[in-house]
């Protein structure tokens, strides 16, 4: 019996032990982001059901709860108060019936339009709607399912699918409210033909087919994941509405990519307001995909949030982590500019990343020189860092800053004014052999002025650019070795001025 007792007792302590590590090393395994969102294990790829709802932010998003590649599609589920600090909940709507869940939207039925919403308190009827694309090998419809318990548990509607057209390729539904009809209107993509279609309904289960819009700008892949949202036009009393279209291949850097089209929308019909051939991209980097807005936010907060998949179908399958793969890119909040090529999309950070900030190293007015030197003598450096520089460029033909350096490695930000371009280099950034067509320089547009406003965020396997107050993104994975942690600024003219530098160490969103 005593012998009995010590294995029993030997196994217990074995498991005990076992369950610890595990608990000590999840969110701090090599690769893995400490301030964007990654799912605890296994896959994870377009955004889905992004919504406020009762003081949460649900993400939902697409997940494979069986492995580290695609398949299996269900929607994975977290939830946040304040768009940065995320709790991973269970499978929200899985699988089933021989029928994958795709993409889609989620919205409020604030007033029980549907008759789903079961609330027991007279004076907020509401529930949860998500709808969805059903797959199947030849067929895709849009489906909805309800939660009456804010989204943790989801029933899968009896009549579905609420639209099926017995089309192959017709998915992504994004819902909105359109308030001057009082109808619920819902953009999908006709994927194969390059068109997005518009339907509306009363009650978010009979629908009526609108109209079409497409193909115009971008049309060198198949059309995925729309969006529709208005915007006030920054200092003016105007309005517009933007159309985003998601697009694989065919992206600006090569493989998935996001573009946007400015206009006007009727609630029936949207109408481009730039000739049809006009591209107007998300983001330069080869990694912002499926990017899809917010339904609703707290009181009195009107801005209209972003999210995008952090990744690219180039690669997306092949990326080197272990017990997970995807993630999300920051959310960003959407304004529009008038500029002199245009009304065009401006994009932020939400500011609540603010909240993680810590141990501010600020410099002002030295030379990219005396700022490394400086860097030197103070040992600085960092692995998850903000960084904010306002520059003078001077005769520098090309500038910017090195993050994530150490042992031959590094990822360059640099910006050449001759050439109004801004740039991500990540051709010796770590481990780039996994995938041919990763190891890439990709590079956006910038208007030049006396100085440049450089805004970088660098994560242990990412980084984020923002230049000039959010006129141009790009967005890039790396996989750096895990003392790649250096930080360089750097200039072909060495009396390049850099007027002001704050940057941060950023804390990790996961306990």
């Known amino acids: 019996m005593k012998a009995k007792a010590s294995i029993l007792w030997r196994a217990s302590l074995f498991l005990l032990t076992a369950v610890l590590i595990a608990a000590t090393t999840q969110f701090h395994e090599q690769y893995r982001l400490q301030y964007h969102f990654t799912p605890p294990r296994n896959w994870a790829n377009d955004p ?176 995925e994941c729309p969006d529709l949202y208005e915007l006030p036009v920054e200092g003016t009393n105007e309005k517009r509405w933007v159309l985003v279209v998601n697009i694989n291949p065919g992206g600006i850097a090569g493989g998935s990519g996001g573009q946007y089209f400015v206009g006007k929308f009727d ?80 994009q932020q950070p939400v500011k609540e990343f603010e909240t993680l900030r810590t141990q501010l190293y600020a410099l002002r007015n030295l030379t990219v020189d005396q700022i490394d030197r400086r860097f030197d003598r103070d040992g600085f450096k960092g692995n998850t860092v903000e960084i904010e520089a306002e520059i003078e460029p001077g005769e520098a033909r090309d500038f910017g800053v090195s993050v994530l350096r150490g042992g031959g490695q590094e990822t360059v930000i640099g910006v050449k004014p001759a050439e109004k371009q801004v740039y991500i280099d990540r051709t010796k950034s770590g481990d780039v052999g996994f995938n041919k067509d990763f190891s890439s320089r990709d590079a956006g547009p910038m208007h030049v002025g006396e100085t440049v ?11 984020e650019v923002y230049l000039n107050d959010g006129e141009t993104t790009l967005a890039e994975r790396v996989f750096p070795g895990p003392d790649s942690k250096g930080v360089k600024f750097f200039s072909d003219s060495g009396a390049t001025r850099v007027k002001t530098l704050r940057i941060w160490r950023l804390t990790s969103i996961w306990k």
Request: aromatic fraction near 14%.
């Open 48 to 223: 889905n059901g992004l919504v406020y709802y009762k003081g949460e932010y649900h993400l939902f998003y697409q997940h494979n709860p069986f492995g580290t590649k695609w398949g299996h599609m269900s929607w994975g589920h977290a939830v946040s108060p304040d768009l940065v600090h995320w709790t991973n909940l269970p499978v929200a709507i899985p699988e089933g019936d021989g029928i994958m869940i795709f993409s889609g939207s989620a919205v409020v039925d604030q007033h029980n339009s549907s008759g789903l919403c079961k609330s027991v308190d007279p004076k907020d009827p509401s529930c949860l709607i998500a709808i969805y694309a059903g797959h199947t090998e030849t067929l895709q419809t849009q489906n909805i399912a309800f939660s009456n318990d804010k989204g943790r548990t989801w029933t899968k509607y009896s009549g579905n699918p609420v639209i099926d057209l017995h089309l192959k390729d017709f998915r992504d539904p994004k819902v909105m409210w359109y308030e001057p009809s009082k109808r619920w209107i819902m953009a999908t993509a006709v994927s194969q033909e390059r068109k997005i279609r518009f339907f509306s309904s009363t009650d978010l289960i009979h629908w009526t087919q609108l109209g079409d819009f497409g193909p115009e700008g971008a049309t060198e892949g198949v059309w």
């Open 453 to 463: 406003k450089l805004h970088v965020y660098v994560d242990w396997s990412g980084v």
């Open 267 to 346: 609630g029936a019909k949207f109408t481009n307001e730039n000739p049809p051939a006009t591209k107007l991209w998300l983001d330069y980097g080869k990694d912002y995909y499926a990017a899809i807005s917010f339904f609703g936010g707290p009181p009195k907060d009107s801005r209209v949030q972003m999210l995008g998949w952090y990744s690219n179908w180039l690669y997306a399958n092949d990326t080197p982590e272990t017990t997970w793969r995807g993630a999300m890119a920051m959310p960003r909040t959407m304004t529009l500019k008038k500029t002199s090529d245009g009304i065009r999309l401006i």
